[in-house]
């Protein structure tokens, strides 16, 4: 074993993921070539590398690390290297030379002890002083923390994160429960949990293990849209998934349910597995409905025909017989379902249904699932439009409660009428809270199209109001003159009937441009969005044209087109700051979206105001990278700007291209879409109609034309298991509600 003691002068290589490094040291009597896994080292640091000699085929002779420890530099010039290195955050090699020409030989021991003796320093103030104290106090701790970890095969970019989590107490807590991790960190599952436990080791039959293989097995049915699962189904994934005997899972299923950790029910002669939080939400929102469709109402006018014909005649518009029954509708039933396609007028009818209401001095609250479906109904109707995680006042409440809506039984919203719009994306979850804060006798309006994909969360909570029968429905079914002129409208309903588009119709803003293969499918993208769309429609093509594929993976999967678009829309430049996050970069400038809610992501405006949260499926803007600070700041909804950690930039995926799966609820300019061979529970005829329906001047195809039959021909409705639906029905069935 060889050891040697040297200040790091240069990474040649370092992977972010698993923190392997090539780097050069400069000891008293030479520069030596290290290599190895070593995370979290910064140019400037001492260190004492333990390893032994190798010789590289091209690039010679290399030490190669077992071990390392960091040794805090003595000498005035090391310790300023040390700070000047970027480890600290808010310190760069100019500040570095002040603090050091300050406190000199007694700068690092300042730093840990007395660290508010800092704003001596010129350029430091005590919110700085706080800032790079806690940086410095980070840094430190991280060190501890990776190295314990890595050993049992955690990589850096997780261990940062756990830290972020758990703070000075991640090694105690991990020690006690290492499951917890795949419940309380994003990107670390079951399977990654496991194998630190069994490094630990934990017995692979223990209950305590088994029972959090059940959760996670359940956890990934919930990613599948589930908020149930099949006994038996459970019992086998689980097994596999653990290797372990069957009969232990179903003692531990039994152990579980008499814990009430989990629920057992009997749905259309099975017996299925619920998680408490579902099972709980389920049969809430089910009898919170029944109370709100029997409340009684106060009626609010006389004759509806004759005001329904008065708010014509002011609007200067024609109602529709559907478009006047739900106006009606909305008047008479404590909830009201509207659902229609494209161009059958929903914004009208909710318009229409506004002014009514407000004609008799009602008060109505506006709201939609995303950011931007809310932005879209607020420019649709002139008013204000919230998410509905804003209407409910989401946010933190303490360390026991976590996040949680603000409006609820006992601070319920104060108003007269609830619309909600795009409501095929609201899950289970997010209808309980919705319900919590409304009292009977506030009517709910529900507006949305069943026929687009359902939510990204668990649950099919429209589709199963819609098919209970319970709740009143109004469908409005007629397109108007106006939007029969847009094949983009006329080809998503030909679609969702099972008929094939119309293409290529001279002036109009359907196409379809046939290529043969992957390879020039990529290359007419590329060429679309750089060069003839812009060019064609004056628009610009980062803002306005959106490409969307059904999948992630493959040559015209999201993760490839977006590394090409990323290529010829924002390439490198000098100017341009940028970040490596394992295997795409980010620039500024790039168009990127969230992946997960996170509502403790704070966000300011140019105007001063300020909020928390930034939801799955956001759309921003990146306007700046700062890699002293480690931060990256990015704009949502034109206005809200959100500073990153680099430590949580996996929430982040670039956004030129995104799944046909997320882009429910936004609308865009322009959409281009791949058209390919594929599985065919995955390109069916709903995924089609879904990407179709969020374009609004522009649809371009790229692909083989018998793809594209083949998806609207695959009408394959892929089964959500959802006990909503029986949950209403029984309701029905004892004629408790009759229509």
Known sequence: MVEIQGVLSEIIFQNDANGYTVAIVETEE??????????????????????????HPKFGEQLEIISYKRIMPNTLEGIEKYLSSGIIKGIGPKLAKKIVEQFGKDTLDMMQYTPHLLTKVSGIGEAKARKIAESFKEQREISEIILFLQEYGVTPNYAIKIYKKYKENTIAYIQENPYRLAEDIFGIGFKIADAIAKRMGIDPTSPYRIMCGIKFILTQSHLEGHTYTPREELIEETAKTLDVKKELIEDALTQMA?????????????????????????????????????????????????EIEAIEENEKISLAKNQKEAVKESVKNGILVITGGPG???????????KMFENHNLSIMLAAPTGRAAKRMSEATGREAKTIHRLLEYAYIDEEVGMSFGKNEEEPLACDVVIIDEMSMVDILLMKGLLRALLPGTRLILVGDVDQLPSVGPGNVLRDIIDSGIIKVVRLDKIFRQAQESMIIVNAHRINKGEYP??????????????????????????????????????????????????????????????????????????????????????????????????????????????????????????????????????????????????????????????????????????????????????TRNLLYTAVTRAKELVVMVGIEGSLKNMVDNYRVIRRNSGLGSRLKKFLTENLIEF
Not at 344 to 354: E, F, V, Y
Not at 635 to 643: G, R, S
């Open 30 to 55: 030479e520069q030596i070539t290290v290599v190895g896994y070593m995370p979290v080292i910064n140019t400037g640091e001492t260190f004492c590398f333990s390893g032994k000699w190798i010789v």
């Open 344 to 354: 059958t007028g929903k914004t009208t009818t909710i318009n229409s249904i506004i």
């Open 258 to 306: 008499l814990n009430n950790e989990i629920h057992l029910e009997n749905i259309e002669g099975k017996i299925v597995v619920y998680a408490m939080s579902y099972f709980y939400a389920e049969s809430y929102v089910c009898k919170k409905m029944v109370e709100m469709a029997q409340a009684s109402l106060e009626p609010i006018a006389e004759d509806l025909d004759k």
């Open 502 to 683: 119309y293409i290529n119709k001279k002036e109009k803003d359907f196409y379809f441009i046939k290529k043969r293969n992957q390879l020039q499918v990529v290359q007419t993208i590329k060429e679309l969005c750089k060069e003839r769309l812009p060019k064609f429609s004056s628009c610009d093509p980062i803002k306005n044209i959106q490409v969307l594929t059904p999948m992630k993976k493959g040559q015209v999967g999201m993760f490839q087109l977006n590394n090409v678009l990323q290529e010829i829309l924002n390439p490198p430049s000098s100017k341009k700051q940028e970040r490596q996050m394992k295997d795409k970069v980010f620039r500024v400038g790039d168009k990127v979206m969230q992946m997960k809610n996170n509502y403790n992501l704070k966000w300011s405006t140019i105007d001063g105001e300020e909020g928390e949260g930034v939801f799955n499926g956001d759309f921003g803007y990146i306007q700046k990278i700062d890699n002293e600070e480690k931060e990256m700041i990015v704009l949502f909804d034109e206005e809200k700007l959100v500073t990153y950690d680099f430590s949580q930039l996996d929430e982040l995926e670039l956004a030129y291209c995104i799944t046909i799966h997320k882009s429910q609820g936004s609308e865009f300019p322009i959409v281009v879409m791949p058209i390919f061979w594929g599985p065919p529970m995955l390109l």
